[in-house]
């Protein structure tokens, strides 16, 4: 059983995989999703559930992973990844078909009041509230996966909001000065060295911004 | 239900800070604990989990490492940083805040007694 638990896994990553080989992130997340889940399995086995119950209650406590995924390895690989079928054996019986899917993008991420351990009472309770869950889920993460996008863009962390705040800041009062500063002593050759020290302010700023990251 | 895990699910870094705040510690070893403590009422799938993992790993508040084979199984252990720890204060007083407007409010409608607002 923990063969079929391994081939779930290394099937929800496959996809993955092919489109961003030798990633060592996604390498890693595998690895640390594997282990758990083994982890899991054996405890739930220890706990008296049949390797069969133990398998849908480890399966079902993965949850949709392709935003991670995307996350992780960048690119369009999660919707793919979704609705791929991962390379596991799902004939047993007709509930075991119906759990060894890849989770659904409509499946809850939390469960609570013992949906999970306990197996998968109430989890479908109340369909119309989890789509708009998810809906909600799907925007809360947006930024996230475009942060994360910019960051595989670029190799380097996305700049802060804060930063672009500070910036705008800094570069309205140097033109404000320059203009004051300029008509007050109607000395224009030598003002525009505000521009310069507003360069190495906002260079600060950024630098500043750059190490508390 | 569905409530419940509304609220809950817009907790989850303070809930993963929490259980770092007791030691480094290690995924599945956290949804563990936090299943024990509820009795089995709450547990976190893993997709949220590790998404958790990341989000607050990029924004400082944990680091990861890799358990030494010696001591046991290969881990992907988590710590709390002193950012993180500051962090979880924060979200402390703010669930503390929160949690106090909520209750007003909902005795507001049921003249003190919180059951009473299942009925209207």
């Not at chain 1, 063969?3 to 489109?19: K, M, N, S, W």
């Amino acid at each position: 059983m923990k063969d079929r638990l391994d081939a779930y896994i290394q099937g929800l990553f496959a996809e993955a995989e092919r489109r961003s080989p030798a990633n060592r992130r996604l390498a890693e997340l595998k690895e640390e999703l594997l282990l758990n889940t083994r982890e899991k399995y054996d405890d739930l086995v220890a706990m008296g559930k049949s390797p069969e119950a133990a398998y849908r209650v480890a399966v079902d406590g993965i949850g949709d992973i392709s935003e991670l995924l995307k996350a992780v390895a960048g690119g369009a690989v999660a919707d793919e990844a979704a609705v791929d079928t991962p390379a596991v054996d799902t004939t047993a019986d007709g509930e075991d078909a119906d759990t060894a899917r890849p989770p659904m993008a409509q499946e809850p991420e939390v469960s609570a009041n013992g949906a999970n351990r306990g197996g998968r009472d109430g989890e479908n309770d109340d369909g119309d509230d989890e789509n708009n869950e998810d809906e909600d889920d799907e925007n809360d993460e947006g930024e996230d996966n475009e942060n994360a996008d910019e960051e595989a863009r670029s190799g380097r962390p996305p700049r802060s909001r804060w930063y672009a705040l500070v910036s705008g800041i800094i570069w309205t009062v140097i033109l404000c000065a320059y203009f004051f500063v300029s008509f007050e002593t109607h000395a224009w050759g030598v003002t525009w060295i505000l521009f310069i020290m507003g360069i190495a302010a906002d260079n600060v700023a950024k630098c500043i911004f750059d190490l508390r990251r | 239900m569905s409530i419940t895990a509304d609220l809950i699910r817009g907790h989850t870094d303070a809930i993963i800070l929490a259980a770092l705040m007791q030691g480094d510690s290690y995924g599945y070893r956290i949804n563990r604990s936090m299943c024990d403590l509820t009795d089995g009422r709450f547990e976190l799938k893993e997709a949220t989990l590790y998404t958790a993992f990341r989000r607050l790993e990029e924004s400082g508040y944990i680091r990861s490492y890799w358990g030494d084979e010696a001591t046991g199984a290969r881990r992907r252990y988590y710590a709390i940083t002193p950012d993180g720890r500051s962090a979880y204060r924060g979200m402390v007083r703010e669930w503390r805040e929160a949690s106090e407007l909520l209750e007003k409010l909902m005795r507001f409608g049921s003249d003190g007694d919180v059951s009473g607002a299942e009925q209207i």
